[in-house]
């Protein structure tokens, strides 16, 4: 009997927050075999039977040796802050992501790798109150002015992508996908995005305190589970059927962020009040998704509404925060 033979992912940033819950994924599923890079963070040891790399994926030298006998790779590594650091300093998602996912998509084409991964965002759309898809784009429209170094970062990678998906050598999945909040993201508030920072403000608080809001919360964010993000990267490596394939991925509805911290202390059961902070940095920016194309091509839909994803989340840092 032929022996079963079991596909080589590679797991890039499987400490962070989107790459600790892929690990968490792909683990259960007994027809992957994981490889998993880290670099600041140490490796995750309580998993049996995966084989963790420190990289740092700058280095050429790193990322020949990180994809030596891989069949897929999911690139989730990245410098990555909230809007603090995109404020004040907005260099450091420029260079590094830059240079780390132009040496991984050359070695993947070099190492003949099957299929490639990569999330890009939404961070190069203009505000709107229309739903927003794979062809919203318009690169005659400035990007906003926050938004300039890690909008065009992403860009750039998404046309590489595309180029060396004409090569005909490797297929590359690009997801623009919204804000995505789970187990495992930030929630310290000097790196936090307005999701986690919003649940700490709100779990930290005492009952009957008060939270800060930063700016006048009246923007809209998409806000998508990581588990149908992880969802969509399953049926995208299963299903995608071109070499090169862009896919909005979201819930497909804008929250307003003052409605969603109002959820937000619903589901914690305290009774918190609001008071607004119009001099902290905010990004003044609406928009949503719209998915039509991954519900058309892999019958992907989310299945995690945000009231139950506040409450799982909520569960989540009581046990582990």
Same mark, same amino acid.
């Given at each position: 009997?032929?022996?079963?033979?079991?596909?080589?992912?590679?797991?890039?940033?499987?400490?962070?927050?989107?790459?600790?819950?892929?690990?968490?994924?792909?683990?259960?599923?007994?027809?992957?075999?994981?490889?998993?890079?880290?670099?600041?963070?140490?490796?995750?040891?309580?998993?049996?039977?995966?084989?963790?790399?420190?990289?740092?994926? /700058?280095?050429?030298?790193?990322?020949?040796?990180?994809?030596?006998?891989?069949?897929?790779?999911? +690139?989730? *590594? *990245?410098?990555?802050?909230?809007?603090?650091?995109?404020?004040?300093?907005?260099?450091?998602?420029?260079?590094?992501?830059?240079?780390?996912?132009?040496?991984?998509?050359?070695?993947?084409?070099? +190492?003949?790798?099957?299929?490639?991964?990569?999330?890009?965002?939404?961070?190069?759309?203009?505000?709107?109150?229309? *739903?927003?898809?794979?062809?919203?784009?318009?690169?005659? +429209?400035?990007?906003?002015?926050?938004?300039?170094?890690?909008?065009?970062?992403?860009?750039?990678?998404?046309?590489?992508?595309?180029?060396?998906?004409?090569?005909? /050598?490797?297929?590359?999945?690009?997801?623009?996908?919204?804000?995505?909040?789970?187990?495992?993201?930030?929630?310290?508030?000097?790196?936090?995005?307005?999701?986690?920072?919003?649940?700490?403000?709100?779990?930290?608080?005492?009952?009957?305190?008060?939270?800060?809001?930063?700016?006048?919360?009246?923007?809209?964010?998409?806000?998508?589970?990581?588990?149908?993000?992880? &969802?969509?990267?399953?049926?995208?490596?299963?299903?995608?059927?071109?070499?090169?394939?862009?896919?909005?991925?979201?819930?497909?509805?804008?929250?307003?962020?003052?409605?969603?911290?109002?959820?937000?202390?619903?589901?914690?059961?305290?009774?918190?009040?609001?008071?607004?902070?119009?001099?902290?940095? &905010?990004?003044?920016?609406?928009?949503?998704?719209?998915?039509?194309? *991954?519900?058309?091509?892999?019958?992907?839909?989310?299945?995690?509404?945000?009231?139950?994803?506040?409450? +799982?989340?909520?569960?989540?840092?009581?046990?582990?925060?």
């Amino acid at each position: 009997m032929e022996e079963f033979k079991k596909i080589n992912l590679l797991i890039c940033g499987a400490t962070g927050f989107i790459g600790r819950n892929l690990v968490e994924y792909f683990y259960s599923n007994k027809s992957y075999k994981i490889r998993a890079v880290h670099f600041n963070r140490p490796a995750l040891i309580q998993y049996d039977d995966i084989e963790w790399v420190r990289a740092d994926l /700058r280095s050429l030298e790193s990322v020949k040796k990180v994809l030596e006998g891989i069949d897929i790779v999911l +690139q989730f *590594a *990245a410098t990555t802050s909230g809007s603090k650091d995109i404020l004040s300093r907005p260099f450091i998602h420029v260079t590094d992501n830059a240079v780390m996912n132009s040496l991984i998509l050359r070695e993947c084409y070099e +190492q003949s790798i099957k299929h490639f991964v990569f999330p890009s965002c939404t961070v190069m759309y203009q505000p709107s109150e229309l *739903a927003l898809d794979e062809n919203s784009f318009d690169a005659n +429209q400035p990007l906003l002015p926050s938004y300039f170094g890690v909008g065009n970062t992403k860009l750039y990678i998404e046309k590489m992508c595309d180029f060396f998906s004409r090569l005909k /050598r490797t297929k590359h999945t690009v997801i623009r996908h919204s804000n995505i909040y789970g187990p495992y993201d930030k929630y310290d508030l000097e790196r936090s995005h307005m999701f986690g920072a919003s649940i700490t403000k709100v779990m930290k608080a005492d009952e009957g305190g008060e939270i800060t809001v930063w700016g006048t919360g009246e923007e809209k964010r998409d806000l998508l589970h990581v588990n149908d993000l992880l &969802s969509f990267v399953e049926l995208a490596i299963n299903k995608q059927i071109n070499n090169y394939e862009l896919y909005t991925v979201g819930i497909g509805k804008g929250e307003k962020v003052i409605d969603v911290i109002k959820k937000i202390i619903k589901h914690s059961g305290k009774k918190i009040t609001i008071k607004h902070d119009l001099t902290m940095p &905010s990004i003044p920016t609406s928009l949503y998704l719209n998915c039509d194309k *991954a519900k058309k091509d892999l019958e992907w839909e989310p299945a995690i509404n945000l009231d139950n994803g506040i409450k +799982q989340t909520i569960d989540w840092f009581k046990k582990n925060i």
